[in-house]
């Protein structure tokens, strides 16, 4: 069974900072891009940062320069340093896995995409 679980959601004030982490059972995962995406209430949800097997990162325009995506292979986790935040950071974050396609062979057997359930973060005074 593949699962990905998040913690360490909370709540801070503004300019604080907060570390998600994305556990995965798994080592397959080695083998697929790692994301974070964020739903607010009455929000589509959006992607927030992601990595690349090989560490090449990508971040939306908001949180560049104050958060940082990462991963750990050999723990099979991924983390997301949240610094600065603001109010309008204010979501669920959620983790997600999608299959690189140079590793479809070694990975067909599994998902191609996974999701977990989310950690609440909540930026207030």
């Known amino acids: 069974q593949v699962q990905l679980v998040e913690s360490g959601g909370g709540l801070v004030q503004p300019g604080g900072s907060l570390r998600l982490s994305c556990a995965a059972s798994g080592s397959i995962f080695s083998m697929y891009t790692m994301g974070w995406y964020r739903q607010a209430p009455g929000e589509q949800r959006e992607l927030v940062a992601s990595?690349?097997?090989?560490?090449?990162?990508n971040y939306t325009d908001s949180v560049k320069g104050r958060f940082t995506i990462s991963r750990d292979s050999a723990k099979n986790t991924m983390y997301l340093q949240m610094n600065s935040l603001k109010p309008e950071d204010t979501a669920v974050y959620l983790c997600?896995?999608?299959?690189?396609?140079?590793?479809?062979?070694?990975?067909?057997?599994?998902?191609?995409?996974?999701w977990g359930r989310g950690t609440q973060v909540t930026v207030s005074s």
């Open positions: 990595i690349t097997s090989d560490a090449k990162t």
């Open positions: 997600n896995a999608d299959r690189e396609p140079k590793y479809y062979w070694q990975t067909f057997n599994y998902p191609s995409r996974a």
